[in-house]
């Protein structure tokens, strides 16, 4: 993790609807496309401020430039109204979400039009919310092809993260998931 960065020389408007500050995202990525590290992989930047990829657009949740192993999202939008520990696990899922679909973006894959998946696109927070945390076979395949891991051990590792995260329905997924790998070993 690096050290909180000061955001300079990026483009700021005021948003008409919600009369609040917004970034534009070209000119954040491009920041941190300069500090990504010699030897990183991709960067990506969180930030609480809203977000706008181009001015005919009313806001982003995030963006990610391949070309530039750069990504960032905000916080903006997925704050519960609402405070106490339910809260702050819809507001960590909503996080683990955005920042594992930029991320995927970074490794060359693309919004998904097959099944419901992560990497489905959003233009709302119902509709985000709505997506789930886990890749569908097709996004599996192209990210296990772009970095190369084992599925299961994957999915072992993924299913302790969210068990001690509380997110159950995810939990459950994964475990049938892994059950399915182990009666069935040829298709993982």
């Given at each position: 993790?690096?050290?909180?960065?000061?955001?300079?020389?990026?483009?700021?408007?005021?948003?008409?609807?919600?009369?609040?500050?917004?970034?534009?995202?070209?000119?954040?990525?491009?920041?941190?496309?300069?500090?990504?590290?010699?030897?990183?992989?991709?960067?990506?930047?969180?930030?609480?401020?809203?977000?706008?990829?181009?001015?005919?657009?009313?806001?982003?949740?995030?963006?990610?430039?391949?070309?530039?192993?750069?990504?960032?999202?905000?916080?903006?939008?997925?704050?519960?109204?609402?405070?106490?520990?339910?809260?702050?696990?819809?507001?960590?899922?909503?996080?683990?979400?955005?920042?594992?679909?930029?991320?995927?973006?970074?490794?060359?894959?693309?919004?998904?039009?097959?099944?419901?998946?992560?990497?489905?696109?959003?233009?709302?927070?119902?509709?985000?919310?709505?997506?789930?945390?886990?890749?569908?076979?097709?996004?599996?395949?192209?990210?296990?092809?772009?970095?190369?891991?084992?599925?299961?051990?994957?999915?072992?590792?993924?299913?302790?993260?969210?068990?001690?995260?509380?997110?159950?329905?995810?939990?459950?997924?994964?475990?049938?998931?892994?059950?399915?790998?182990?009666?069935h070993p040829a298709s993982a």
């Amino acid at each position: 993790m690096l050290p909180t960065a000061p955001v300079t020389g990026v483009t700021i408007r005021i948003n008409s609807q919600t009369g609040q500050p917004q970034l534009l995202t070209r000119d954040l990525l491009a920041l941190l496309a300069d500090q990504r590290p010699a030897g990183a992989c991709c960067i990506v930047g969180i930030t609480m401020d809203d977000l706008y990829p181009d001015p005919a657009w009313n806001f982003v949740f995030g963006e990610a430039s391949p070309r530039d192993w750069a990504g960032v999202y905000s916080f903006a939008r997925y704050l519960p109204g609402e405070a106490g520990p339910a809260a702050a696990s819809l507001l960590l899922r909503r996080a683990c979400k955005v920042l594992a679909h930029e991320t995927a973006h970074l490794l060359g894959i693309a919004h998904c039009v097959f099944y419901s998946c992560l990497m489905n696109g959003s233009n709302h927070l119902a509709e985000s919310d709505a997506r789930p945390l886990h890749l569908c076979p097709v996004d599996l395949r192209k990210l296990q092809h772009s970095i190369g891991f084992d599925v299961a051990a994957r999915y072992r590792r993924l299913r302790t993260f969210a068990g001690d995260a509380g997110f159950t329905d995810e939990t459950r997924w994964l475990t049938a998931q892994l059950l399915h790998i182990e009666q069935h070993p040829a298709s993982a």
